[in-house]
């Protein structure tokens, strides 16, 4: 055990001066590491920030249902309780035609001639039922339900779930979606091509040492106690990326902060964004140290372990 410890000393150690001898050849791979880790980072605290704006959007959509005003009791009574059964509801809510008027009275307190137009007709409005979806991406569910003829029948006019509202929810939906989908892939990317310059830094340290190398396998040195300071190398260049990543977008928050967090851009809440990283800065960090080191690790494996079988094959 004790023997065992002390390699790990001495893997530990070589792999720091490795560092230190190669800084220059790392800088690129930091670099990069850099880029990678931001990305990543960026991506989720965009994709909480853009959950938590949809979702305050979504508490609020529903759909609409305007009933005619000769729809008997027990035909309401029936269609609210079939909605309740319909697949993808959270809740059904039932307006009167006197409620929705109230409602409508209520903007409109200050208008004098408003109110006085509307005393001087009848109510105007439908009784509505307002449906709240469990996924507002699945909206399709209900209005399928609400297009059968003899639910039909009952209504007065389309649901709220169309024209320009359905337009604006749908487009929504798909911009999420996109964007999503295009930081998982410049996530992607940039972890490729930083494990691929990481791959070639170690190639290229290797090649440097070739010659030691050589003499401390023929001096019996383990396959594990020379690959050993590279993989080390590597989690320094995976440790310090992760740092410098958390670094800048914490800079970034505390520099901008009050002025960011007064300002939406579009669905991203900066406000709420700053205060994501704030309340999860250590979780943040340590799942930054983990990526960075994760990549680092296989990286420096990878080529090592080509190297070497390319050296017994010698």
Known sequence: MKHRLITLGRIIKSGAQNFMRNATLAIAAIA????TLTIVLFSLITNAAFGHTIQQITDKIDVSVFLKDDVKPEQRDKLLADLRKTENVKSVDYQS????LKQQQKPSDENLDLQLALAQIDNPFPATIHVR???PNKLQSIQAFLDKPEIQALQSSKTSYSGDKKTALDNITKS???LRQAGLVGVIVFAMVSMLIIFNTIRMAIF???DELQIMRLLGASTSYIRGPFVVETIIYGIVSAIISVT???SLFVVAGSALAASNFGLLDIGFASSYFRDRFWLILASQLGIGILIGAVSSTVAT???LKFKSSK
Request: aromatic share 8%; net charge positive; hydrophobic share 40%.
């Open 32 to 35: 990069v590491m850099v880029i």
């Open 97 to 100: 035609k006197e409620d929705v």
């Open 133 to 135: 979806p469990v996924d």
């Open 176 to 178: 999420t979606r996109f």
């Open 208 to 210: 440097n040492r070739r």
């Open 248 to 250: 800048l977008i914490n």
């Open 305 to 307: 372990r080509r190297y």
